[in-house]
């Protein structure tokens, strides 16, 4: 037992399950558009090398202050980014829930893997990382109101275009 | 086409035989970038010879005792500040066994130990310390120990030539190098210094990506005006980088560096069909931002007219200033087929927190996952595969003429010529 750990209602917890299972499910479909769906409409979303995050450098890979900006992004994977095919496939642990606020949000993180898979090669490793998120309750259910990918996978392998 | 058997063979140091097809520059052999001997003597000629390279900024070891691990060409080095405040660079390679021993990125420290047998030295390089440098006494006697010669005088960690200018420090294994100034020359110092100009720097973070090909690709990337406003989406529906911008290219007068320089159109995003731009496949006439925030863009008295000028200092480093967005570009080869590419995004000291948030919203459109980058790292990875698979063949640079020179417009590859003009005179010279 992690005394971390904040005691959470059992029902809670498994609609955070679903959550963090369904947006692994989406971002690894293709179907980019379900992404900004997963999150609230001012949103943060954050794709962070480890030692920024750690040393307080506000530098981040991908930077995204709005669900807006994250329509943005699905527009450019699919219209404007040029790049390679792949297949992403992420890995998510179970969500741990560090506290609950005052607003009822949960402070959440988990550890996260992607492999990515090139048409013509081998599955590699892509991206590792930890997610530190903020969920909220919403009319539609649980949002990201914060997803923090903080990666130690620092020297990126060419380059990242779809979603972490 | 006529393709000598030569084609390919760099041998030991006899003048690269490499067959340039056009006789000039404007077509380029497969084969320079394939060849790891030929790898091994860009390292030697350009990289630890003759040339500065990029090493870090000095933001980022503000006090004594602060260091920061880098890389020259294919070398380890860290730049320190010692307690006097002056900058120090040296190599990351223990003057007694050679062990590459610092293997933090970053650190604050007294002195340097070589973990190995603990050999210690002073943050200028010095030797300091060798344990039992006079061995130890057994039964009356002394055992072991250095030679009575031994001289710790003589082994220092290897000292580079250090050039700090503007907040940027350079380096040189090569301490007969030209000053930094009067390698640069005066037409590219004068925008590294349009950057540079004094203002303390404020480092916002890194990114960093590894690419699978030749380091020289990154820089022609840079000096090749003619991709941006075709590859990149962003840069030619909103007007930030287009052929029809108002600009200038410029270079140093070996060819070796070069300055673009551009900028945006009054009306920022192309709306017509009043000249051939907008008919680019790339070319978005619908194309609206859902937030348009990450294109906040609000001018600077130091851009001093252009919103855009890429700098290419060879072989190391681009410096960027696109809009808001200000970093620099260190190229770090690692053999003849990849390069890890390292950002370092920054601000000045007096930006408003507004201007922060500023450049790191516009920091999306660059880097190893940005909307307009991270489709250079592809078209490179993608070049290099044809290259490795057919050495034999030449690459075409013939937009605009097949001379080298300056040009006030966009349509030409001459930044790309005029580099490898300078590559051949360096590589097919005899020593």
Not at chain 2, 24 to 41: E, K, L, M, N
Request: aromatic letters at 12%; a negative charge.
């Amino acid at each position: 037992m992690n005394r971390d750990a904040a005691p959470l209602d059992l029902g809670l917890y498994h609609e955070l399950q679903a959550l963090y299972a369904d947006y692994a499910s989406a971002v690894d479909s293709g179907q980019w558009d379900l992404w900004p769906g997963f999150f609230t409409e001012d949103c943060v979303y954050k794709l962070q090398p480890r030692e920024n995050h750690e040393r307080g450098f506000p530098l981040a890979t991908l930077s995204f202050e709005s669900q807006a900006m994250l329509r943005d992004r699905v527009y450019g994977i699919k219209e404007t980014l040029f790049h390679d095919p792949y297949y992403q496939r992420h890995v998510v642990g179970a969500p741990l829930v560090r506290r609950v606020d005052g607003q009822g949000a949960l402070h959440c993180e988990a550890n996260y893997a992607v492999f990515r898979t090139k048409l013509d090669g081998p599955s590699t490793v892509f991206n590792v990382g930890r997610y530190l998120d903020v969920v909220v309750r919403t009319p539609q259910g649980l949002k990201f109101a914060q997803r923090l990918c903080v990666y130690d996978s620092e020297m990126i392998p060419n380059a990242i275009i779809y979603p972490i | 086409m006529d393709l000598t058997p030569a084609n390919g063979a760099c041998p030991g140091d006899a003048p690269d035989a490499l067959h340039w097809e056009a006789g000039d520059t404007s077509r380029i052999p497969f084969a320079v970038y394939t060849d790891p001997s030929r790898h091994q003597r860009e390292l030697e000629r350009f990289f630890y010879r003759g040339h500065w390279c990029y090493v870090g900024l000095e933001a980022e070891i503000p006090n004594p005792g602060d260091y920061r691990r880098s890389v020259v060409g294919e070398r380890s080095v860290i730049m320190v500040r010692a307690e006097d405040g002056a900058v120090h660079v040296v190599e990351n390679v223990c003057a007694h066994r050679g062990m590459r021993f610092c293997r933090e990125r970053h650190g604050n420290r007294k002195e340097f130990v070589c973990p190995y047998h603990q050999w210690s030295y002073a943050l200028d390089g010095s030797l300091q310390g060798v344990p039992l440098r006079r061995g130890v006494r057994q039964d009356g006697q002394v055992k072991g120990g250095m030679p009575a010669d031994f001289d710790p005088k003589q082994h220092h960690l290897t000292r580079l030539k250090v050039a700090v200018r503007g907040g940027v420090v350079f380096a040189s294994f090569d301490h007969d190098v030209e000053s930094l100034e009067d390698y640069m020359g005066p037409t590219i110092l004068r925008y590294f210094d349009r950057l540079f100009d004094g203002r303390k720097l404020k480092i916002l973070g890194y990114n960093r990506q590894r690419i699978p090909g030749n380091w020289k690709l990154m820089q022609e990337n840079i000096k090749d005006p003619y991709h941006p406003g075709l590859l990149h989406t962003w840069f030619v529906t909103f007007g930030l980088w287009r052929a029809d911008n108002k600009s200038e290219l410029r270079m140093d007068a070996h060819h070796r560096h070069a300055a673009m320089i551009s900028t945006r159109g009054s009306a920022g995003q192309a709306t017509g069909n009043a000249s051939q731009v907008t008919q680019v496949s790339s070319f978005k006439a619908s194309m609206q931002l859902e937030d348009p925030r990450f294109l906040d863009i609000v001018p600077e008295p130091w851009w001093g007219g252009p919103t855009a000028v890429m700098t290419t200092l060879f072989p190391s480093v681009i410096f960027q200033q696109q809009v808001n967005s200000v970093s620099t570009r260190h190229i770090q080869p690692d053999g003849h087929g990849a390069f890890d590419f390292v950002w370092t995004h920054f601000g000045f000291e007096d930006d408003t927190p507004e201007m922060t948030q500023r450049r790191l919203r516009q920091a999306n459109l660059f880097g190893p996952a940005g909307f307009v980058s991270a489709d250079d790292g592809e078209v490179i990875e993608f070049s290099q595969q044809a290259f490795d698979s057919k050495p034999a063949h030449r690459a075409l640079a013939e937009l605009g003429g097949r001379e080298v020179g300056e040009t006030d417009h966009m349509v030409t590859e001459t930044l790309i010529r005029g580099m490898y003009a300078y590559w051949r005179q360096v590589m097919e010279a005899p020593q």
